[in-house]
């Protein structure tokens, strides 16, 4: 079985464009989770989707959306980039139910850098 | 203050060595995650913990509940374990909240 599987791998972008990551979750997986890592920090939640709807939010400001799609495949959208935004995007789906408690199964991450 | 803070931020050792990563949270949670990342990006789970101790081969991790403390222990350590260690605590069916990281160096 496959993995949780991101694209892109790597991308390079200009200030005040706009980006899309995708996410695949493990087969059978109904909740995906985004988070973001700056070089040298841990990282921070940005949003948890489960059966196609937001269960949560982090504090990040409103350029960043996200949606699940029916087949749980997951998009994270950024608007109007800034150089700040330029970090390690991952994305991670836990086993059937909601994420409390269950392992969790992280992708290798789309590195997007912003010039 | 931080949510969930670990310690050491960084730790060398030789190989063979016995090492302890340690992890304090200060808020409720329905479980504690260790998991390892290692300098492509990719972060693989190691263990989940809601309570006692759970050990895969030379790895081993405990949880104090009561102390909100978690530690991640490390036999015969091997230069293949160096990489950086992250404890999350997993809030009331929500997000992960992560540690900055234990950078782990073993030497051979």
């Known amino acids: 079985d496959a993995g949780v599987t991101q694209s892109p791998t790597h991308l390079i972008k200009t200030r005040g464009q706009h980006v899309t990551l995708r996410c695949s979750p493990i087969s059978g997986h109904k909740s995906v989770s985004w988070y973001q890592q700056v070089l040298g920090q841990g990282p921070q939640f940005i949003f948890q989707y489960y059966e196609k709807e937001e269960r949560g939010r982090g504090n990040f400001p409103d350029r960043f959306s996200a949606r699940q799609f029916p087949n749980y495949s997951s998009e994270l959208n950024v608007n109007a980039l800034l150089l700040g935004d330029s970090a390690l995007y991952l994305c991670?789906?836990?086993?059937?139910?909601?994420?409390?408690?269950?392992?969790?199964?992280f992708g290798e991450g789309s590195w997007l850098t912003v010039v | 203050k931080n949510e969930v803070e670990q310690s050491p931020q960084n730790l060398t050792a030789q190989e063979g060595e016995f090492i302890t990563i340690n992890c304090s949270y200060s808020?409720?949670?329905?479980?504690l995650h260790w998991l390892q990342q290692h300098p492509g990006g990719g972060i693989v789970s190691l263990f989940m913990l809601s309570s006692g101790k759970k050990k895969h081969g030379r790895l081993i991790a405990t949880i104090n509940i009561q102390e909100k403390h978690s530690s991640l222990h490390i036999t015969a350590s091997h230069p293949r374990d160096s990489a950086v260690y992250i404890c999350?605590?997993?809030?009331?069916?929500?997000?992960?909240?992560f540690g900055e990281g234990t950078q782990l160096t073993v030497n051979p």
């Open positions: 808020v409720g949670i329905s479980a």
């Open positions: 991670a789906s836990s086993t059937p139910g909601q994420s409390s408690g269950n392992t969790i199964y």
């Open positions: 999350a605590a997993d809030l009331l069916g929500s997000r992960l909240t």
